[in-house]
């Protein structure tokens, strides 16, 4: 057979699945031992068997002590190997330095799981530090996982387990919460049991040595019982590891993250209580609208929020009506709203008539809709049923005062009917104490959420809008931007230069050096001439024709305010010959003459247009952050800008650009200057691949980059131009591994490559883009039934396989997680179009993977399946996969042929009318 090129394994980074054992062991284990138990009345021991034991989980407890018989009743072990059953989940109690021993015979003794619940590690200096990374190390080698240290423990209020300290367990529910803070667990334990707020898990998680975000994340998101995920954060960790996880399960459930640390005193604070430094909040800010987690700033907005995701749909936009029987509430959350981003709906004119007929003539006659303080029950509903039917809104808040002729519970009961309305959230605000307490009580079993006051309502809803612009961006079909094989000549010649600019020791790169390397990835920048004597400089500028500008080149000068070593507007030579006189004087006094690498001569481009900034710095967390927004020298000033991860698409450009205020001023035109946005969103995009491909660039300013709607014809530039531009690399002392990682895995180009078939058409597979989903349609469209019905085990309507949500979701891949191939016909008179598509999914916990493969019917039996599994098998073997499976229909000896080539094992499962096909890489 014709076999692919095996795709390099260089820089492949595997952060998921690395662990045999998965979560469901853990948080249902049927054996539990607790190590370092005790009967002292007040002690931590004490607490966690009563716990245990009064709880019923469906396991048995068994006390580990080594000077103890019994434990309140119950036989106590001196060690872990004398249990006489298999232990699923040990909760380690012990003092810090006993704890690497116990997990050694933990390991020995194949314990699944350890929970331990024991400080004074990092959080308490070095030594502590030490300790954690031999837990670290254990866990690594092992295939046990472990929760904390540090850390209050687990329970599953639904199954009955309770392995903490906390004097009761919370109530059974659907919302999943993780804590990086014991204290804090209690304290929400505390008042959920007040509030009624029920958990299917509550996770204190310590320092997370093993167990982190993303494993936590992914269990819950599988997690039947598990609706919503709350989270209270103090530091990412493995970024990574999170975004994967959470952009996997954001779609199916919402991510709820409170993050501790916005302030520089609140980091310092977070860094003595767990040993985490927190990452640039503003960073954190981008990752987290990347994958369609939602950020709140209280503990309270974080269940609010909970609470309304699980039981209101989210609403298609920011407009919110406001339905009021109390001018003065109605005028406060309005201003709550506005104030916050929302907007205020325009109500429709049927909707404005259909009011008419039923409210007084005193009614307010728009949004907020004053119903007058005698509203009825009935004026209420039919209020609401009007509003609930209005085209232009996306919301509804509630609001009522209990006034004398107001009804709160007769009215709540009315309103139960409208608890859920297609594509729009009801929200309430039932004001008072006693007199709407039952009215509240209404509402909230009938799903429709409650708030003591209008403007916490109308913060939610801001929230919910937020949340759904930020999930709609992240399947949302972007512009092809940009090559998926790149240039591999071009990142070669640039990472030689770098690497000779590390060599000389240097981490800061000149103007020219710069300039070049942003324009060998297509960014226009302002051309220049270097010169060393005052003749050169006014032959450059006689060349390039005046007016002209004078700069340094040094790599030393990175002010740009220092005016004397730039001259700007020169119209003559005697004019370019004093101010090269001048440039080259006070370099020389401030960095000495040896330092004087030239003087830089390019045109004087007319600044009528928009300054913009773009750039690129390395956040301790995060990695690599791009950012964008307004420029020039009152960049810092002003402070207009916004962040994100990348690599970008059209879509996420265009969604970055949108967040600042200078988009707004660019898309109207507000200063004469029309603006391609769609070719500034592509620039955008090369410049996320130039900081993907080049790992050893720390930091990009490009300041000003000049974006303009016209040029004359005497204008040496086009629309955009950087005009000034500085990169710093990492130290060179930087090993290769050690650099930074993307929090988001880029485009794999190591995974593109031609091959032949047996008709002689060279075909390329590559990995899929967001932006085939167009093809992916049309592939779909020229299926025969019998090739659906081989691939899905049933016949799949057409309608069903090309739906925007399903394509989104398989066109935007998580290459740590997924690898999708697609297969590309390039016949040079035709366009290109998708003639296969192969996946391997990693399954969870495990380093098996399962493969699809779904061929064109007029490509098939030509030795493309073969060609495109035996890239998927060398794909696996590059991303440490190591066995590979799939079920194949008993009637598809296409697909078993293949396999059969391959080398699979096949087993034939009669009963099922299935065979099972499996291969070791």
């Not at 907005?301 to 109605?330: D, H, V, W």
Request: charged fraction near 25%; glycine fraction near 8%.
């Amino acid at each position: 057979m014709d076999t692919p090129n095996n795709p390099t394994t260089q820089n492949i980074p595997n952060f998921q699945f690395k662990k045999k054992i998965r979560l469901e062991t853990v948080f249902s284990p049927r054996s539990i031992a607790v190590i370092g138990a005790t009967d002292e009345e007040g002690s931590v021991g004490r607490s966690i068997m009563l716990n245990l034991v009064q709880n019923r989980f469906g396991g048995v407890v068994y006390p580990v002590h080594s000077s103890l018989d019994a434990i309140l009743g119950i036989k106590a072990y001196k060690n872990i190997a004398d249990i006489p059953d298999d232990i699923d989940l040990a909760v380690i109690l012990t003092r810090a330095k006993l704890v690497p021993d116990v997990l050694r015979d933990c390991v020995e003794n194949n314990v699944k799981g350890a929970v331990i619940i024991s400080s004074g590690f990092r959080e308490t200096g070095s030594y502590g530090h030490n300790l954690e990374n031999e837990i670290h190390e254990i866990a690594q080698n092992s295939d046990m996982r472990i929760i904390g240290p540090n850390c209050l423990g687990i329970m599953m209020p639904n199954s009955g387990l309770n392995a903490t300290c906390a004097k009761h367990i919370a109530m059974p529910g659907n919302i999943g919460f993780i804590s990086q803070s014991g204290a804090l667990c209690t304290a929400i334990l505390d008042w959920s049991l007040q509030e009624n707020i029920g958990f299917s898990a509550f996770v204190s998680v310590g320092s997370m040595v093993d167990v982190n975000w993303g494993d936590l994340i992914d269990y819950l998101g599988n997690d039947a019982k598990t609706k919503t995920i709350a989270i209270y954060m103090e530091s990412i960790g493995n970024a990574r590891a999170f975004l994967s996880a959470a952009r996997e399960v954001a779609l199916r459930k919402p991510i709820i993250v409170i993050k501790a640390g916005r302030t520089e005193g609140a980091s310092r604070a977070m860094l003595s209580h767990t040993g985490s430094t927190a990452g640039h909040d503003e960073a954190l800010d981008a990752a987290f609208r990347r994958i369609g987690v939602l950020r709140v700033d209280t503990i309270a907005e974080l269940f609010y929020m909970a609470e309304i995701l699980s039981k209101q749909p989210r609403p298609r936009g920011s407009r919110l009506a406001i339905l009021t029987n109390a001018g003065g509430p109605g005028v406060l959350a309005a201003d709550s709203l506005i104030r916050h981003g929302g907007k205020l709906a325009e109500l429709a004119p049927e909707t404005m008539t259909a009011l008419d007929d039923i409210l007084s003539k005193n009614w307010s006659h728009c949004n907020p809709i004053d119903l007058q303080g005698d509203a009825t029950p009935e004026v209420y509903s039919k209020a609401l049923e009007i509003i609930s039917k209005d085209p232009e809104s996306d919301g509804i808040l509630v609001i009522l005062s209990p006034q004398a002729m107001t009804d709160p519970t007769k009215t709540a009961e009315k309103l139960k009917a409208f608890k859920k309305i297609r594509n729009k959230p009801i929200l309430t605000s039932w004001m008072g104490g006693a007199d709407v307490e039952k009215g509240n009580a209404i509402l909230s079993k009938a799903d429709i959420p409650t708030y003591p006051y209008p403007d916490t309502a109308t913060r939610i809803f801001n929230y919910m809008w937020r949340y759904s612009y930020n999930l709609k961006g992240l399947y949302e079909t972007p512009a092809q931007a940009h090559a998926e094989n790149g240039d591999n000549k071009l990142r070669k010649k640039i990472a030689r230069e770098i690497d000779a600019i590390r060599k000389a020791g240097r981490t800061k790169l000149t103007a020219v050096e710069s300039k070049l390397m942003l324009e060998s990835y297509g960014i226009p920048v302002a051309q220049s001439t270097v010169v060393e004597s005052e003749a050169e400089a006014i032959a450059a500028a006689e060349k390039t024709g005046y007016p002209v500008v004078l700069k340094h080149n040094s790599e030393k000068i990175t002010n740009k305010r220092d005016r004397s070593s730039v001259k700007l507007n020169l119209v003559n030579k005697d004019e370019v010959a004093g101010a090269f006189k001048a440039i080259q004087s006070h370099i020389s006094q401030k960095l000495g003459t040896e330092n004087f690498n030239g003087i830089l001569v390019q045109p004087m481009v007319n600044y009528d247009g928009y300054e913009l900034i773009i750039g690129v710095s390395t956040d301790t967390q995060i990695g690599p952050v791009l950012q964008f927004g307004s420029g020039g020298q009152l960049v810092e000033v002003f402070r207009d800008r916004s962040l994100a991860l990348p690599p970008l698409n059209t879509t996420l450009a265009r969604r970055m650009m949108e967040q600042t205020n200078i988009y707004g001023a660019m898309k109207n035109s507000t200063f004469g200057e029309t603006v391609n946005l769609q070719k500034l969103e592509k620039l955008l995009v090369k410049f996320s691949y130039l900081v993907v491909e080049q790992r050893w660039i720390k930091e990009i300013d490009i300041n000003p980059l000049l974006v303009r709607s016209s040029v004359n014809d005497d204008d040496k530039y086009g629309e955009f131009v950087a005009l000034d531009a500085r990169i710093v690399l990492h130290a060179p002392k930087l090993k290769e591994q050690d650099l930074p990682k993307l929090a988001i895995r880029p485009y794999p180009v190591e995974y593109v490559f031609d091959c032949k078939l047996r008709t002689g058409e060279t075909v390329k597979i590559r990995p899929i883009r967001p932006e085939d989903e167009p093809e992916i349609v049309d592939f779909h469209q020229h299926l025969s039934e019998e090739s659906i019905y081989f691939r899905y085990f049933h016949p799949v309507a057409l309608g069903q396989r090309i739906d925007h949500d399903r394509l989104a979701q398989i066109c935007f891949n998580d290459f740590d997680r997924e690898m999708a191939l697609v297969v590309e016909s390039t016949k040079s008179d035709e366009k290109p179009k998708i003639i296969g598509v192969g996946r391997l999914t990693r399954i969870p916990g495990k380093d098996d993977a399962e493969f699809a493969v779904l061929i064109s019917d007029s490509y098939q039996r030509t030795g493309l399946g073969t060609q495109l599994l035996g890239a998927l098998l060398s794909i696996g073997k590059a991303e440490n996969i190591k066995r590979v499976f799939a079920q194949i229909l008993l009637e598809n000896r296409g697909m078993q042929r293949v396999c059969e080539k391959l080398g699979f094992e096949i087993k034939t499962d009669y009963e099922e009318q299935v065979v099972h096909a499996s291969i070791l890489v």
